[in-house]
Nanobody, 116 residues
């Protein structure tokens, strides 16, 4: 499975960005997916998760109410809508796919920089 993130960039505090994660395989629809981020000098952390059908989501406390995870299984694509961005949201954002067999795959990451 290949995952390709896009949509990162430089934005001012309070602004918005929408990240996309496109998967190479049609089995995307049966995999749980997630967004993670890693800031310089820090460990990679979970941002948001979504089940295969999109019926259940989970968010880190730091992004609740500001970020929304979604997926379009017909397009093999997952999204992260990020609103009210803060400088502390600056990080490389990665998408992760978890198969029903427990294997997982990472994308290459996309940089998000929020200026104050």
């Amino acid at each position: 499975v290949q995952l390709v993130e896009s949509g990162g960039g430089l934005v001012q505090a309070g602004g918005s960005l929408r990240l996309s994660c496109a998967a190479s395989r049609s089995t995307f629809s049966i995999n749980a997916m997630g967004w993670y981020r890693q800031a310089p000098g820090k460990q990679r952390e979970l941002v948001a998760q979504i089940t295969s059908g999109g019926g259940s989501t989970n968010y880190a406390d730091s992004v609740k109410g500001r970020f929304t995870i979604s997926r379009d299984n017909a397009k093999n694509t997952m999204y992260l809508q990020m609103n009210s961005l803060k400088p502390e949201d600056t990080a490389v954002y990665y998408c992760k796919s978890v198969t029903t067999g427990g294997s997982y795959y990472w994308g290459q990451g996309t940089q998000v920089t929020v200026s104050s």
